[in-house]
């Protein structure tokens, strides 16, 4: 396999967009001026929106400083669901050019709309993510996101033609395919999620091929929630940078965010797009930077699906942009409001077990919680696959060093349970890390 042909490097200044070039006090006077207009839009042209400010008692003309934003109602996942499936567009369907829904695991899909101008500030979105993660024109992108409704595959795919990159539009699954294209066409960079990433690292290590010797220098990595842990794991077993992509279908879909190459510090949100807010979740009072929330969005320049301070429900806190003076940075999400376990009275997100399993060097990273009820307790086991390369008596030991580490970082009573080398499913996508059978 030939070495790549050029190192890694951040974009230099004149290859930024100009917006990403703009002081704070620039950043800020965009968005007012681009609020004004997007709310004026949303209720004019949006039923729904029309009955939620009536009720709130605001009308967009109330909206003078970035702060009146807080005057305006929520939107929640809820509202698209009694609008489904296009009740929430703002302009003809003949001007909607794209549709895309997330799965959703219960109920009604979310379904959202793009209009051509929306698709191409999309691509220029993600372009601006990608070269953030130092690809630029002349590197070869194997794109493992799912293409189809998903956000993921055809937002990524725009993204890399914008950047004038060559695409490589291979998909989510087929593993083994996966690895042969990685091995035949000597991509530069990878997209999927990061825990898909791990199981195609296994898979070239299953293949007899070390995960270090491929030409991939750089993966952009999204759509789950993963650690700081994870990423050092994947940049150790590939031999590569992993950078963060945020997005969601409701907002746009993947490049609402990305970090930077040059911090790696949780990614910078694209403020002359959107504007983002931390919110307490039981008070919906917002949250000043710096503290730790749920994160709401209000699009800025959508023209087919504007939202109003939608609530993701991802939970994580605003910080001063680094990289990007002018726009600010959100600590990378720990988790969502929906996966956060209540073991006896004790909140944990799965992110913290990922971070304590990969701190203990003899567990693999392959592991799935398993909620249960023992009488009128619930119970939590870890069921994790134990090192091939390690006697069990290391793993047990290992395991129970987990345990340990649970109780004392967490607080929680849990049972780690050590399964075979493979006996896990693998991800292929999002992953599901969490069974819940109580
Ligand atoms: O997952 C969009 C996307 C595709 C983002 C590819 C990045 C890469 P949805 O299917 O609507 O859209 O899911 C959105 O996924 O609210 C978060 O809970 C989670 N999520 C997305 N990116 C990240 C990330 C796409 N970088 C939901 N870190 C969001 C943590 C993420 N969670």
Redesign the pocket.
């Known amino acids: 396999m030939t070495a790549p042909a050029s190192a890694l490097r951040p974009p230099t200044t004149d290859e930024l967009d100009p917006e990403e070039r703009m002081s704070r006090a620039e950043i800020e006077r965009l968005q007012l001026e681009r609020l004004q207009w997007t709310v004026q839009h949303a209720y004019r042209n949006v039923p729904l929106y029309t009955r939620k400010f009536d009720e709130a008692g605001v009308h967009p003309d109330d909206i003078r400083t970035l702060d009146d934003v807080h005057r305006l109602p929520f939107t929640t996942k809820d509202d698209l669901r009694e609008t489904y499936p296009f009740g929430m567009f703002a302009v003809p369907m003949a001007d909607v050019a794209r549709i895309h829904a997330?799965?959703g695991t219960t109920g009604r899909p979310?379904v959202v709309g793009y209009t051509r101008g929306d698709l191409d500030r999309w691509g220029t979105l993600v372009a601006r993510s990608l070269r953030a993660s130092g690809i630029r024109r002349g590197m070869k992108v194997h794109n493992a996101?799912g293409y189809g409704l998903?956000?993921?595959g055809l937002?990524?795919h725009a993204g890399i033609e914008a950047l004038g990159a060559t695409v490589i539009p291979m998909s989510g699954g087929q593993t083994a395919r996966q690895v042969q294209l990685i091995r035949d066409f000597e991509p530069d960079a990878i997209?999927c999620?990061p825990s898909y990433l791990l199981t195609i690292a296994d898979a070239m290590a299953a293949q007899g091929i070390d995960p270090r010797s491929t030409s991939l220098q750089v993966a952009?990595?999204?759509?789950?929630?993963?650690t700081n842990e994870m990423r050092h794991e994947l940049e150790q077993r590939l031999g590569i940078d992993a950078l963060?992509?945020?997005?969601?279908?409701?907002v746009m879909?993947?490049?609402?965010g990305n970090e930077c190459l040059e911090t790696k510090d949780g990614?910078h949100l694209w403020e002359d797009h959107f504007l983002p807010e931390v919110i307490d979740g039981d008070t919906l009072e917002a949250l000043p930077d710096g503290e730790r929330g749920e994160l709401v969005f209000t699009s800025l320049t959508k023209e087919a699906f504007p939202v109003i301070r939608y609530r993701?429900?991802?939970i994580t806190r605003l910080l001063p942009g680094t990289a990007r003076p002018g726009m600010r940075r959100m600590e990378?999400?720990t988790g969502?409001n929906d996966d956060m376990i209540i073991l006896r009275g004790v909140n944990l997100f799965p992110t913290q077990i990922e971070e304590l399993v990969l701190g203990i060097e003899q567990l693999t990273p392959h592991f799935i919680l398993e909620l249960t009820k023992e009488g009128r307790m619930d119970a939590l086991t870890v069921r994790i696959e134990r090192h091939p390369d390690l006697s069990v008596e290391t793993c047990e030991a290992a395991a129970q060093v987990l345990v340990q580490r649970i109780k004392v970082f967490i607080g929680s009573s849990v049972a780690v349970r050590l399964e075979e080398p493979g006996a896990l499913p693998r991800s292929e996508g999002?992953y599901k890390r969490v069974y819940d059978l109580r």
């Open positions: 997330s799965s979310t996101y998903f956000t993921g937002g990524a997209l999620t952009v990595l999204g759509a789950e929630p993963w963060d992509i945020f997005g969601l279908s409701e879909g993947p490049g609402v990614p993701t429900r991802d990378k999400v969502r999002k």
